[in-house]
């Protein structure tokens, strides 16, 4: 499964601790994981809930979920002590949630950008869900020195496509401090911009900006963009650097198109096939 | 039970969201009497649907009419001619968008619900006012597009922002002017690139057909013609669609034709040139 090994050694979090009820939470549980169940091959998750009490009744069927989908949980974080001690009943393993444990943000000028009033508008729909959104007014801190390092679960944000595997649409604007993971296409017109890194499972078109507003030479040439599909019309920018798609018409393209990772080296960017 | 509301929307202008509201409205209401069937013209200042419909010379009141508290609901519709089961709330010609507000569309909609089974809108193009005014009191859009790629652009953007609304509206695609022969020649978008983009449920595909343009300026839909037309037919098996019958997707490109016929035409070419 060449699409999951780039995350195989990292974890993701998916937060679910915004939800209000069990049932609704159980819901989109199923559709994350039982219905992308080969989105995430062998990624380790971590499910996040925060202050949510889940009762006996909860864990047994968060428990059912997690054994029909055969997915691998690396841990559940909570805050409740009485949801830990039942977890600890069915052998899941779980932590309290680490509170900002990461170093300093070295482009924390850039720390207070908010997303703009419409895009918020947007992210909260159903379809497009910003897992991390409770941490949005204040961005946590990130750790640029290397992109993903293993425990550092504050650096990602996940948005999920959950409409046919269309995740964000032309219009559509994420803005974010740290790194930032999309499963699904990412449609024309839609610009996504941030501090760090950024992955799309899934075809990537439109303007994407990782490393933004980074000057360092060093730490530009760890960011990444990487992409199961790069299509076109494209444009991305590193750091200073940008670079755009060879706006060949896609009804005659017969290229062949795979997984790809955009870096700079040397002053450019280049496109390099290295998922496989 | 109170009526459905259906939005006919786009985006992008000219892609037929008026000829689809007009044909699909007609073949609804034509295909079952019992159904009570209402469009609203929303393009408030560049009214077309009356046109479409050739119901521009009976239009007493209009839609801000209504709102404005100068005449009653019922005295503004418009009953069809030909069907005692549809009727049009046609827009105001002498207005503009902003004569109407979203809360007074729902409370407008709200009221027609009762009287009403189904009711389709018209929206006009763009995302500005006269667009979130349509949205209002929309159940359903019905998202049309040709395959262009301006066009598929437009109706991602709108997508984006109905899913977006807080109450969730479920979308549909209508791909229209669709023309088998430039797919076959890599010329145009096929129905598969398009859904590609869009990733939403298809409601079906319309071929160009040119008596589109005749029975536009004749105010007579295509739907309502009993003779063998692409579109008319396309649009009927839409409105089945929309009342729950399974109708298979029309076979636009040509590719399940009689073998007969096939052999025959290549005979009758053969003929010709030789």
Same mark, same amino acid.
């Given at each position: 499964?060449?699409?999951?090994?780039?995350?195989?050694?990292?974890?993701?979090?998916?937060?679910?601790?915004?939800?209000?009820?069990?049932?609704?939470?159980?819901?989109?549980?199923?559709?994350?994981?039982?219905?992308?169940?080969?989105?995430?091959?062998?990624?380790?998750?971590?499910?996040?809930?925060?202050?949510?009490?889940?009762?006996?009744?909860?864990?047994?069927?968060?428990?059912?979920?997690?054994?029909? !989908?055969?997915?691998?949980?690396?841990?559940?974080?909570?805050?409740?002590?009485?949801?830990?001690?039942?977890?600890?009943?069915?052998?899941?393993?779980?932590?309290?949630?680490?509170?900002?444990?990461?170093?300093?943000?070295?482009?924390?000028?850039?720390?207070?950008?908010?997303?703009?009033?419409?895009?918020?508008?947007?992210?909260?729909?159903?379809?497009?869900?910003?897992?991390?959104?409770?941490?949005?007014?204040?961005?946590?801190?990130?750790?640029?020195? !290397?992109?993903?390092?293993?425990?550092?679960?504050?650096?990602?944000?996940?948005?999920?496509?959950?409409?046919?595997?269309?995740?964000?649409?032309?219009?559509?604007?994420?803005?974010?401090?740290?790194?930032?993971?999309?499963?699904?296409?990412?449609?024309?017109?839609?610009?996504?911009? !941030?501090?760090?890194?950024?992955?799309?499972?899934?075809?990537?078109?439109?303007?994407?900006?990782?490393?933004?507003?980074?000057?360092?030479?060093?730490?530009?040439?760890?960011?990444?963009?990487?992409?199961?599909?790069?299509?076109?019309?494209?444009?991305?920018?590193?750091?200073?650097?940008?670079?755009?798609?060879?706006?060949?018409?896609?009804?005659?393209?017969?290229?062949?198109?795979?997984?790809?990772?955009?870096?700079?080296?040397?002053?450019?960017?280049?496109?390099?096939?290295?998922?496989? | 039970?109170?009526?459905? %509301?259906?939005?006919?929307?786009?985006?992008?202008?000219?892609?037929?969201?008026?000829?689809? %509201?007009?044909?699909?409205?007609?073949?609804?209401?034509?295909?079952?009497?019992?159904?009570?069937?209402?469009?609203?013209?929303?393009?408030?200042?560049?009214?077309?649907?009356?046109?479409?419909?050739?119901?521009?010379?009976?239009?007493?009141?209009?839609?801000?009419?209504?709102?404005?508290?100068?005449?009653?609901?019922?005295?503004?519709?418009?009953?069809?001619?030909?069907?005692?089961?549809?009727?049009?709330?046609?827009?105001?010609?002498?207005?503009?968008?902003?004569?109407?507000?979203?809360?007074?569309?729902?409370?407008?909609?709200?009221?027609?619900?009762?009287?009403?089974?189904?009711?389709?809108?018209?929206?006009?193009?763009?995302?500005?006012?006269?667009?979130?005014?349509?949205?209002?009191?929309?159940?359903?859009?019905?998202?049309? $597009?040709?395959?262009?790629?301006?066009?598929?652009?437009?109706?991602?953007?709108?997508?984006?922002?109905?899913?977006?609304?807080?109450?969730?509206?479920?979308?549909?695609?209508?791909?229209?002017?669709?023309?088998?022969?430039?797919?076959?020649?890599?010329?145009?978008? $096929?129905?598969?690139?398009?859904?590609?983009?869009?990733?939403?449920?298809?409601?079906?595909?319309?071929?160009?057909?040119?008596?589109?343009?005749?029975?536009?300026?004749?105010?007579?839909?295509? $739907?309502?013609?009993?003779?063998?037309?692409?579109?008319?037919?396309?649009?009927?098996?839409?409105?089945?669609?929309? %009342?729950?019958?399974?109708?298979?997707?029309?076979?636009?490109?040509?590719?399940?034709?009689?073998?007969?016929?096939?052999?025959?035409?290549?005979?009758?070419?053969?003929?010709?040139?030789?």
């Amino acid at each position: 499964m060449a699409k999951t090994k780039a995350l195989t050694q990292s974890n993701i979090v998916i937060d679910l601790s915004k939800h209000a009820s069990w049932s609704e939470t159980k819901e989109e549980l199923n559709i994350l994981i039982s219905k992308n169940r080969s989105f995430w091959g062998d990624t380790k998750l971590i499910l996040r809930f925060a202050d949510f009490h889940l009762s006996v009744d909860d864990v047994d069927e968060l428990n059912q979920i997690i054994e029909d !989908s055969k997915i691998n949980i690396d841990c559940v974080q909570t805050n409740s002590k009485i949801t830990s001690k039942l977890l600890e009943d069915k052998n899941i393993n779980n932590t309290s949630i680490p509170i900002n444990k990461t170093v300093p943000n070295p482009a924390s000028s850039f720390a207070s950008v908010q997303l703009l009033p419409s895009s918020v508008a947007m992210n909260t729909n159903n379809k497009i869900r910003l897992i991390k959104e409770a941490s949005l007014p204040q961005p946590a801190p990130i750790r640029l020195e !290397s992109c993903f390092p293993p425990n550092s679960y504050e650096t990602l944000t996940v948005f999920v496509g959950l409409n046919e595997n269309v995740a964000l649409r032309s219009g559509h604007l994420i803005s974010y401090d740290g790194n930032i993971v999309v499963i699904g296409d990412v449609n024309p017109g839609c610009q996504i911009r !941030s501090t760090g890194s950024i992955i799309v499972y899934g075809k990537l078109c439109g303007s994407v900006h990782a490393g933004f507003g980074l000057t360092d030479e060093e730490v530009i040439q760890k960011i990444f963009v990487k992409a199961l599909k790069m299509g076109d019309p494209l444009q991305i920018s590193i750091g200073d650097y940008s670079a755009c798609s060879s706006n060949e018409s896609s009804l005659h393209s017969k290229r062949k198109i795979y997984p790809e990772t955009a870096r700079v080296i040397d002053g450019r960017i280049w496109r390099i096939s290295d998922f496989e | 039970m109170p009526g459905k %509301t259906i939005l006919f929307t786009s985006g992008k202008g000219g892609v037929g969201k008026t000829t689809s %509201t007009a044909n699909i409205s007609v073949a609804l209401a034509a295909q079952d009497p019992n159904i009570n069937v209402c469009m609203i013209d929303m393009d408030i200042g560049l009214r077309n649907l009356d046109i479409q419909l050739g119901l521009e010379n009976r239009i007493v009141y209009n839609l801000v009419d209504v709102v404005e508290g100068s005449c009653k609901v019922r005295q503004a519709l418009v009953k069809d001619k030909r069907l005692p089961n549809l009727s049009l709330l046609p827009a105001a010609q002498t207005r503009d968008k902003t004569s109407v507000t979203p809360e007074q569309m729902v409370t407008l909609i709200d009221e027609l619900r009762e009287m009403f089974d189904l009711i389709l809108i018209d929206s006009p193009a763009g995302i500005e006012g006269g667009f979130y005014n349509s949205v209002a009191a929309a159940d359903e859009a019905i998202i049309v $597009s040709t395959p262009e790629m301006s066009s598929v652009r437009d109706a991602d953007r709108v997508i984006g922002l109905l899913e977006a609304h807080p109450r969730k509206i479920n979308c549909w695609l209508i791909i229209n002017r669709l023309r088998a022969a430039m797919i076959k020649s890599n010329d145009m978008m $096929s129905v598969d690139d398009v859904m590609e983009i869009l990733g939403i449920k298809l409601l079906g595909v319309i071929p160009e057909d040119e008596r589109i343009i005749v029975s536009t300026n004749k105010g007579e839909p295509l $739907s309502l013609t009993p003779k063998h037309s692409g579109a008319g037919q396309a649009f009927r098996n839409i409105a089945l669609r929309l %009342t729950g019958v399974e109708v298979p997707l029309m076979d636009v490109y040509g590719e399940s034709q009689n073998i007969l016929i096939k052999q025959f035409q290549k005979l009758k070419s053969l003929i010709k040139f030789g």
